[in-house]
């Protein structure tokens, strides 16, 4: 027996057989005639002579060998067989590794899967009969194509496109479905808003309804888009209290009448200020909505909440709608058909004056007829229904019935529990606020007597 060091063990040269050196309690080192040299572990169990091969010198270092022979000389002092515990190790290894190659071929099958199923790829080609999407762009892909093109304008789809190919797909779009949480919305909306947050509150839209579209098909369970303005404030919409007078609506009325936009144009904008509903559902406004004296505006055209809405429709509004069929403020231009929500304000953001008023521009007069906003503060078609609503508190609407004329939902559990629409309660407050508008419009003595002169 030998006490073995580094300098011994290379010192052991190969014979014409294979040879054996123990050092003592069996642990000991083989030399092949090769000049392999192995480290093992001779030992009895159950009266039975058994050999374990430990690794071999110099790859398995001395140090490691002795720590291998301790552990197998453990397993024979409590009656266990080290070859076991190596089979068992070495089928452990070989099932890990197993695994491991399977998910490399599923990943690899997914990669290719995802490479193949792109957004470009899925609004390009036919979609796959009950298709499922698995990744955030996959999702962004069938909305796009099953939601959006059945219920956006055109140009609001362009927008929509840039969004979704500039930052939703870039920030989450190999992203699974499933595996999306608020803090992953969060984060997105926080870096799009650190370079343009009106980006970034397109972005927090359209990502709200493509979740909220998935959850209704079942592939998704939660909604990671909800509530992200209070966690990033920078995209919060600024607050604008800005509402006319009854001298800027006598004004505004007047100016919209005489103004060179086509007739479709000049009633729409005045049926958001006599409805008090949002410019955008008044440019939509189709025939088909109305029945009788109510307009109801579908979910996928109501605004920020898309949820259904109905409005009474007094003799003024019936009268600015007229008896037109389709949509009833028609655009000839485009594929939408009905005129566009930013035409209403481009209309009034080039107010008209008289077409004999001149202005001199170096040594030449021209014809200076545009003054944006009818000469008036900036204002813009959304601020004719704040005006609406905020003159409700003088025929004495509570507000909460004016929140529910012009569809806002109630917040905290009010809104969660309390699903009353109060039809006669709006049709009461329009009729109020018309009788109102009608008051403010008719020519006054005053008026009358600067006629005269």
């Given at each position: 027996m030998k006490q073995f060091t580094d300098r011994y063990l290379t010192s052991l040269k190969p014979q014409d057989k294979k040879y054996v050196v123990r050092e003592g309690r069996g642990f000991a080192i083989q030399v092949l005639?090769?000049?392999?040299?192995?480290?093992?572990?001779?030992?009895?169990?159950?009266?039975?002579?058994?050999?374990?091969?430990?690794?071999?010198?110099?790859?398995?270092?001395?140090?490691?060998?002795?720590?291998?022979?301790?552990?197998?000389?453990?397993?024979?002092?409590?009656?266990?067989?080290?070859?076991?515990?190596?089979?068992?190790?070495?089928?452990?290894?070989?099932?890990?590794?197993?695994?491991?190659?399977?998910?490399?071929?599923?990943?690899?099958?997914?990669?290719?899967?995802?490479e193949k199923d792109s957004f470009d790829s899925l609004i390009e080609d036919e979609l796959p009969e009950g298709y499922t999407p698995i990744t955030v762009e996959q999702l962004a892909a069938i909305w796009y194509v099953k939601y959006s093109k059945e219920n956006h304008s055109v140009r609001w789809r362009e927008t929509i496109l840039s969004a979704i190919k500039t930052h939703i797909i870039p920030?989450?779009?190999?992203?699974?479905?499933?595996?999306?949480?608020?803090?992953?919305?969060?984060?997105?909306?926080?870096?799009?808003?650190?370079?343009?947050?009106?980006?970034?509150?397109?972005?927090?839209?359209?990502?709200?309804?493509?979740?909220?579209?998935?959850?209704?098909?079942?592939?998704?369970?939660?909604?990671?888009?909800?509530?992200?303005?209070?966690?990033?404030?920078?995209?919060?919409?600024?607050?604008?209290?800005?509402?006319?007078?009854?001298?800027?609506?006598?004004?505004?009325?007047?100016?919209?009448?005489?103004?060179?936009?086509?007739?479709?144009?000049k009633r729409a904008l005045k049926l958001i200020l006599v409805t008090a509903q949002r410019p955008g559902e008044v440019a939509q406004i189709h025939r088909d909505q109305i029945k009788d004296r109510w307009w109801t505006i579908p979910a996928e055209v109501a605004g920020k909440n898309e949820r259904e809405h109905r409005v009474y429709l007094t003799d003024t509004a019936l009268e600015l709608i007229?008896?037109?069929?389709?949509?009833?403020?028609?655009?000839?231009?485009?594929?939408?058909?009905?005129?566009?929500?930013?035409?209403?304000?481009?209309?009034i953001n080039r107010g008209y004056l008289d077409e004999d008023v001149v202005k001199v521009v170096g040594n030449r007069k021209i014809k200076a007829r545009k003054e944006p906003y009818f000469g008036m503060k900036p204002w813009s078609p959304h601020d004719l229904r704040r005006t609406a609503r905020t003159n409700m508190a003088r025929v004495g609407i509570t507000d909460e019935v004016g929140e529910e004329v012009i569809n806002h939902i109630k917040p905290g559990i009010v809104g969660v529990y309390n699903k009353y629409r109060y039809d006669n309660e709006k049709k009461d407050a329009l009729l109020k606020w018309e009788a109102l508008l009608l008051n403010i419009l008719s020519p006054k003595p005053q008026d009358s007597n600067a006629d005269g002169e």
């Open positions: 005639p090769s000049g392999t040299k192995t480290f093992m572990y001779i030992f009895e169990l159950n009266k039975q002579k058994g050999y374990l091969l430990l690794g071999n010198y110099p790859a398995m270092s001395l140090g490691d060998a002795r720590i291998a022979y301790n552990d197998a000389y453990k397993l024979v002092k409590n009656g266990i067989d080290p070859r076991e515990e190596k089979r068992t190790a070495i089928e452990e290894q070989s099932r890990l590794a197993n695994e491991a190659r399977l998910q490399a071929e599923a990943a690899a099958l997914a990669a290719e899967k995802l920030g989450i779009g190999k992203m699974e479905i499933s595996s999306v949480r608020h803090k992953h919305a969060v984060s997105l909306i926080e870096q799009i808003a650190s370079k343009v947050p009106g980006s970034a509150r397109n972005v927090m839209k359209f990502g709200r309804q493509m979740f909220k579209y998935a959850c209704r098909q079942e592939w998704a369970e939660i909604q990671p888009f909800q509530e992200i303005t209070a966690s990033v404030p920078k995209i919060a919409p600024k607050t604008d209290d800005r509402h006319l007078d009854d001298d800027e609506i006598v004004k505004a009325w007047k100016e919209i009448s005489k103004g060179p936009s086509s007739t479709e144009v007229g008896q037109g069929k389709g949509y009833i403020f028609s655009s000839g231009r485009g594929k939408r058909g009905h005129i566009s929500e930013n035409t209403l304000s481009q209309a």
